[in-house]
């Protein structure tokens, strides 16, 4: 089974310009979700989406920060304009459609490093 | 919001030792989870825990999910040195919250 497919691997932006990332989700899998993890941190949680809806962007900063997935497959996080506090790895996952009564684990892909100069 | 204290933030260790780290929290979780990730990889799966008091192994690993509800412990028996990485734990109710990671190293 393919795993989470993120790209870019990396990227390299000056502070207030633009930026997007893109991930494929494992087939079948329903939900995705962003993370953003800072170095020495665990992920925390931007956005999850159930199919081409959102169900929780409570920790998304959305002044800044935007995500779709539009066609309930892939999806994009965009981040426009980027701060230097931004600096961080973008993880995406996914899962198989899940419910608070009856979890499914999420896969993680392998991120995209971004670095804000 | 809701926090894990996961300890101990790094361990020097000896190839053949057992490892065991744990989480705790002032809240309540519905699932417990370990996830390992390696540098520039994402994290990966290792042990979920559904239900309080469950014990659960995957090969040298073994995880529990405390009774209480709000912690988990994860040992590692007799350690290799392809266990060196960081270890996550992660509470769900609702979504999941990460711990800060335990950064495991193996000396031959």
């Known amino acids: 089974e393919a795993g989470v497919a993120q790209s870019p691997r990396y990227k390299i932006i000056e502070k207030r310009q633009s930026v997007a990332f893109w991930c494929n989700p494992i087939?079948?899998?329903?939900?995705l979700y962003w993370y953003q993890q800072i170095l020495g941190q665990g992920p925390k949680l931007l956005i999850q989406?159930?199919?081409?809806?959102?169900?929780?962007d409570s920790q998304l900063p959305k002044d800044r920060f935007s995500a779709e997935r539009l066609k309930g497959v892939d999806s994009t996080l965009k981040i426009q304009p980027a701060k230097l506090e931004d600096s961080a790895v973008y993880l995406c996952?996914?899962?198989?459609?899940?419910?608070?009564?009856?979890?499914?684990?999420?896969?993680f892909g392998d991120g995209t490093r971004l670095s804000i100069l | 919001g809701q926090q894990l204290n996961q300890s101990p933030q790094s361990m020097f260790i000896q190839e053949g030792e057992d490892v065991s780290m744990n989480c705790t929290s002032s809240?309540?979780?519905?699932?417990w989870l370990w996830y390992k990730q390696d540098p520039g990889e994402g994290p990966v799966l290792l042990i979920a825990?559904?239900?309080?008091?469950e014990l659960t192994s995957n090969g040298r690993l073994t995880a529990q999910f405390g009774i209480t509800r709000k912690d988990s412990f994860l040992n590692i028996s007799a350690s290799i040195p392809s266990d060196v990485g960081i270890y996550f734990c992660?509470?769900?109710?609702?979504?999941?919250?990460f711990g800060s990671g335990t950064q495991l190293t193996v000396l031959p």
């Open positions: 989406f159930q199919n081409n809806g959102v169900v929780d």
């Open positions: 996952a996914s899962s198989q459609s899940t419910s608070d009564s009856h979890y499914q684990p999420q896969h």
């Open positions: 809240s309540i979780f519905n699932t």
């Open positions: 992660a509470g769900r109710r609702g979504q999941l919250t």
């Open positions: 825990l559904y239900k309080a008091g």
């Open positions: 087939s079948g899998h329903a939900t």
